[in-house]
Structure formats: structure tokens, C-alpha cells
């Protein structure tokens, strides 16, 4: 009826318990309420006991009666959770029990099958970097030289020589994002290959978190984009030598010539900032644990800094420029101007070393046990990690060849040093599709 007080339950306005009246009576409630005029909003949820997770109907509606609104809620919902605690108490069991038990069972099953398929899928990418069987292919062009490139999940960056970084989706031949980078194209400047200069706008360095990009150019500026691709930072360390980066805790680490420079990111100050001068000229940056970086130098030394550009260590490596470091679980690797490769423990005593015939410019960690190393002899060479014995070379790199970047899964590594191209690596082989790439 139009109010509660001519319903044919007696209700008084005021004092509504629905949790009393029986299951039949409700649905009265519920009929009565549709058959009037008045305005109803009704909603159903399920609620999930957390004791058994036993699913029970909770029906409610606000009906605006005479201006009066009451909460009508469902007798089987309350019925619903005095069984759950019964049920807790061992009054009586419910076939539920048996049907949570079997839930249970079969999510086990389908964990441990996910666990053996990670497994094998380890095993299988392990396998393959040991016996050097790898899909290769193009899987970026650009209209520009290439110079650098970073990877982080599918994410792939491609740093060019007078184009800015683009950004790509690995699969994709079209970048999702372009960003443009500050300086002058037709200005050269000293370069660390056989060419000798590049345009201070070329890339020599990229670093990509997931929330930041940071790119080092050779004319000595270093810049940071937000997710947005907005340019944060645009700093100019050393306008004569190219600038290194790298991410650690939500801040950039730059070194350019003798300059080491560290900036907060999340900051709000807009000058926090920090800067050391280096004994001699830095040629590489490399990330380290706990927030540490590596800094290779001109006079064959790697040094060891906190986040706070403090100086932990310092070791002699080689006689010549430290061009290429990286952290392993077990040590060190470094390279140097001259083509030595050397693996260090974690006292920085010398394991094994190796030879290129040229400079070399990046290392990392790669799958099955080994150590990759590129050259500015066109060519990038993995070894084993252990004893330092070569185990594939891939060549046909140019002499502007400059990273190598590896997922953390080892199953993909992507290269630059082919023109204007980026090549992948794939140690599953699952794409492209189109047949480009080869064994």
C-alpha cells in the first residue's frame, strides 16, 4: 500500500527486523513493494563466509515508503550464516565440505602443473643458450642509425644517432611514443668507435624502469621522461665526452667526463641533486646491488659507489679504459678499450679472462651458465661463466655496435650494431610469425 501502516503486516515504520520474519514473509515484503508506486532500488550480492567460503544470497532493496526508508534484507542469508557457525562448531556437516575439499584438491593440481611448465620452460631456454641454438631477426627499423637500445619486458627503446628514443612493443614494427631529445644534430662531437665523432645528440647510453627513461647523449646531456613521456630533467654534465645512465631507487645516476651526478626523481625539490668529481674520465655505468653502481675510468679502475655517491671501493682491472661492467651473483665482469674480457669473484680476485679484437661495450649475464660480451670488432660472444670458455659468437655487428640487453627470464636478448635496425634474439622461438627470422 502507500504506507507501511496499511501494510498487511502490521510493520511499524520506525522499528524494522526483517532477520525475524520468515522466508515467506519476505517474499511478501518483496511483492508488495513492487506492486506499489512507489520508488524501489533493489540489489543482490553474494557473500562468501570466510570460515568455509559458502556462498549465500543476500537480497536487499531501499524502498522509499511515506518518505521512509527501510532495509529489507533476505531470512536465507541469514540463515545462510548460522549454519556457517554451526557448521564451525561441528553442529552438523554440509555436503559443502566435501565440495571445498575437492576445490582445493584441483587447485593444487593446477598450481603444480603451472610450476612444471615454468620448469620446462626454464630447462628448455637453459638448453638453448648452452648449445646456441637462438632465432634471430629484425624486429625494429628505424629512419635513422641506431645506437642504443633498452629493454624491460616487452617494452623495447631505440635510441637513434639525431632522431631521439622511440618506443616500441616487441612484436610491433610501429613505435607507440617518440621522444625527442635536446641539442644540435649537425654539431660533432668525440666519440669512443673507429668513427671517431658522433652528433652530440646521438644516444651512448638507455635506462627504462617501468616508470622512468633516462638517455645519456654524446654531447654530454642527460634526460629523464616520466611514464607520460614527459621530460623531467634535461642536464648538461660534460659537453665534451659522452654521458652513461642508469636507474637505481627511484633516481638517475649519470657519469660524463669526470662528473658523476646523481638526481632524486621522486623528490620535491627541485634541486635535489648531488655531484662528485671523478679522479679521471668515466667510460661506463653500470647498475650494482642494494642501490650501488660501478663506474669504469679511463686508467683501467672500477669504482664502487653507495646510492649516496659514496666511494666503497676501488679496484684496478685493467691497463686500460674500463669500457664495459656488469654484477653477478657470484662477482664481476669487466671489458676494457683494448678487447679484454675479465670475470672477478666477490673479493675481486680474477677467475678467468678473455679476449675480443676490439673495444668492448657491454656485458651481461646471460641463460645456461654464461657470460655475453660485445665488441666493437662486430662481434658479441658468449662465454661460460665458470671457466671462460667460449661457447657461440654471432658477428656481422658494425663498428657502432653498442648493447646487448637480456629479459630476466633469458629467453629473449635484443642488439643494436645492425645500421638502423634492432635484432632479437629468441631462445624459445615464438615470433615474429612471418618467417623473417633465422636459425
Not at 532495509?71 to 541469514?78: G, I, N, T
Request: aromatic share 8%; proline share 3%; glycine share 10%.
Amino acid at each position: 500500500g502507500p504506507s507501511l501502516n496499511s501494510s498487511p503486516f502490521g510493520l511499524h515504520p520506525s522499528s524494522v527486523n526483517l532477520m525475524d520474519l520468515p522466508a515467506t514473509t519476505v517474499a511478501s515484503v518483496h511483492q508488495a513493494v513492487a506492486s506499489s508506486g512507489s520508488k524501489t532500488r533493489c540489489k543482490w550480492q553474494i557473500l562468501r563466509p570466510a570460515s568455509f567460503q559458502v556462498a549465500a544470497m543476500l537480497g536487499c532493496f531501499s524502498a522509499r515508503i511515506s518518505g521512509t526508508c527501510f532495509l529489507l534484507a533476505a531470512w536465507r542469508w541469514h540463515c545462510g550464516l548460522r549454519r556457517s557457525r554451526l557448521r564451525c562448531r561441528g553442529a552438523f556437516t554440509s555436503p559443502d565440505a566435501g565440495n571445498d575439499a575437492s576445490m582445493l584438491a584441483e587447485l593444487r593440481r593446477r598450481a603444480d602443473e603451472v610450476a612444471a611448465k615454468e620448469r620446462d620452460r626454464a630447462s628448455l631456454i637453459s638448453k638453448n643458450w648452452s648449445e646456441g641454438r637462438v632465432r634471430i631477426g629484425c624486429v625494429a627499423a628505424v629512419d635513422d642509425w641506431v645506437r642504443r637500445v633498452a629493454l624491460f619486458g616487452d617494452d623495447l627503446f631505440v635510441g637513434t644517432a639525431s632522431s631521439g628514443v622511440s618506443w616500441y612493443k616487441l612484436g610491433k614494427q610501429e613505435p607507440r611514443q617518440r621522444f625527442i631529445v635536446h641539442g644540435d644534430a649537425g654539431v660533432a662531437v668525440p666519440a669512443d668507435h673507429p668513427a671517431m665523432v658522433d652528433p652530440e645528440t646521438s644516444v651512448t647510453s638507455l635506462a627504462w624502469d617501468g616508470r622512468w627513461l633516462a638517455a645519456g647523449l654524446a654531447g654530454g646531456r642527460v634526460h629523464v621522461w616520466d611514464s607520460d613521456g614527459a621530460l623531467i630533467l634535461d642536464e648538461l654534465l660534460d659537453s665534451a665526452c659522452p654521458c652513461y645512465v642508469c636507474l637505481s631507487e627511484n633516481a638517475v645516476v649519470a657519469a660524463s667526463g669526470k662528473a658523476l651526478y646523481r638526481r632524486s626523481l621522486v623528490s620535491a625539490a627541485a634541486t635535489s641533486s648531488e655531484q662528485v668529481r671523478l679522479r679521471c674520465r668515466a667510460h661506463c655505468l653500470a647498475e650494482a646491488l642494494d642501490g650501488a653502481f660501478l663506474v669504469g675510468l679511463a686508467d683501467g679502475t672500477v669504482e664502487l659507489y653507495r646510492a649516496g655517491l659514496q666511494l666503497l671501493a676501488s679496484h684496478r682491472v685493467h691497463k686500460d679504459a674500463v669500457s664495459a661492467a656488469c654484477v653477478l651473483e657470484t662477482g664481476f665482469v669487466t671489458g676494457d678499450e683494448s678487447g679484454e674480457v675479465t670475470c672477478w669473484d666477490s673479493d675481486w680476485q680474477l677467475s678467468w679472462s678473455a679476449h675480443h679484437e676490439g673495444r668492448v661495450i657491454a656485458t651481461k649475464a646471460g641463460g645456461g651458465g654464461t657470460i655475453v660480451t660485445g665488441a666493437l670488432d662486430g662481434t658479441m660472444r658468449a662465454w661460460v661463466a665458470e671457466t671462460g670458455r667460449p661457447e657461440f659468437v654471432m658477428p656481422n655487428h658494425k663498428v657502432w655496435f653498442g648493447s646487448i640487453c637480456i629479459e630476466d627470464d633469458k629467453s629473449v636478448m635484443v642488439t643494436d650494431g645492425r645500421d638502423n635496425a634492432v635484432y632479437s634474439y629468441d631462445f624459445l622461438g615464438r615470433w615474429p610469425a612471418d618467417g623473417s627470422l633465422d636459425e
